[in-house]
């Protein structure tokens, strides 16, 4: 089932998961969505949302995938607020509660220099100055002050995990293009 106004769309080959939907906002189809990011630039910059139901049994009020083409998005308060043109009033916004959002990540905005989407992070390898693998870029924790890497790697058989600060005085290159970390770090630390 497609809820009126929404075509089926082919959800990108680049597409990252940066929100759900919460719930309606207002009576003039806005609506109000929990960014997965504590800075949601991507979705005031993409204009294209790809929406796919809740994963949870029954909450689903419609199927597939769908596109929405976002007229205006926002902060407000401690959320976002945005408004599509497919959707026209209270009710419609009502049938995205819950729904997953999507977007390319060719439409996030260029990052700074030596910042990094945490998303492009992931997967890469870390070898410490001497060359000498520590494993991969599994996910990225928020601990207060800083961002830190969680490593995944195989000791003796057993899958392990490492975690090391991502900051300055641990971190010495990022290279995206070559899939690689290198890092101040030891085996044994």
């Not at 439409?107 to 410490?128: H, K, M, Q, R």
Request: one cysteine or more.
């Amino acid at each position: 089932m497609i809820l009126p106004g929404l075509e089926p769309a082919e959800l990108p080959a680049d597409a990252v998961e940066i929100g759900r939907i919460l719930d309606a906002w207002g009576v003039k189809g806005w609506f109000k969505i929990q960014p997965y990011s504590a800075s949601p630039e991507a979705l005031f910059s993409s204009k294209r949302w790809f929406l796919q139901p809740s994963e949870r049994a029954g909450r689903a009020s419609f199927t597939g995938t769908v596109r929405l083409s976002i007229k205006e998005a926002k902060d407000h308060a401690d959320s976002v607020v945005a408004c599509a043109h497919e959707i026209e009033d209270r009710s419609a916004a009502e049938q995205l509660k819950g729904a997953r959002i999507f977007v390319s990540r060719s439409s996030f905005p260029t990052p700074e220099e030596g910042e990094y989407y945490w998303v492009d992070l992931i997967g890469l390898a870390v070898v410490n100055r001497e060359g000498l693998a520590l494993g991969e870029v599994k996910e990225l924790l928020a601990t207060g002050p800083q961002t830190t890497l969680v490593l995944s790697f195989v000791d003796a058989g057993k899958p392990q995990e490492r975690m090391i600060p991502f900051v300055d005085a641990y971190v010495d290159s990022v290279d995206l293009p070559g899939r690689l970390i290198t890092v101040d770090w030891q085996l044994d630390y």
